[in-house]
């Protein structure tokens, strides 16, 4: 997919896409820099949009890992199905919201990793917070969840459900964007 058709889904549903142009490279380094991929069984990536890091994460993964891909919109939805062919990628139409759903369906352990893009701040609260809960309940003891945030004043909101939150930050993505990287352990 274009810049430009992202930038069309933009218009359709900004909300829920949140940004107007796909990750940088840079940005992607950094979402990808927490994971120990010869270690890990299952990541989940929550949002991919038009695959900046699900083609990263497939390039990384060793031959056991599973990957869970979700997403809600049906242009980058359809994009990633046609972009993307590997025999431990669960590619999903659906939202984020039905994780626990989702990963049970494939008969997955809990996630070892989740990566979000979900532009979470534009979410209802309600919302917001049952994401983040179903992101819990769905990582393993030292899982971790790896979220990008054009902000860096959210570290409450993240607090509030984990209780480990690290900050990253990197200057080289439009916006610039703050990784927050949070374990319970
Ligand atoms: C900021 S974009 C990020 C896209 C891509 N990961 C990137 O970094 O370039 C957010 C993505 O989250 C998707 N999204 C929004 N709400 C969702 C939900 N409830 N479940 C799954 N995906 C969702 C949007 O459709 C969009 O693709």
Known sequence: MSKRSFLREFFKANRMVGSVI???RFLSKKMLQPIHFEQAKVIVELGP???????????????????????????????????????NLHLVHGSAGDLTTI????????ADYILSSLPLSNFPAAL???ILEAI?????????????????GLKKLYG??????????????????????????
Do not use: W
């Open 22 to 24: 796909p990750s940088s």
């Open 49 to 87: 949009g038009t695959g900046v890091f699900t083609k990263e994460l497939l390039s990384k993964m060793s031959a056991n890992c599973h990957l869970v891909v979700i997403e809600l919109n049906d242009a980058f939805f359809h994009d990633l199905q046609q972009k993307f062919q590997h025999p």
């Open 103 to 110: 990963l049970q369906g494939f008969n997955l352990a809990k």
């Open 128 to 130: 917001r917070n049952s």
């Open 136 to 152: 819990k309940g769905n990582l393993v003891a030292e899982g971790k969840l790896i979220q990008f945030q054009y902000t860096r």
């Open 160 to 185: 509030a459900h984990f209780k480990q939150v690290h900050i990253d930050y990197t200057a080289l993505n439009f916006p610039p964007a703050f990784v927050y990287t949070c374990t319970n352990s």
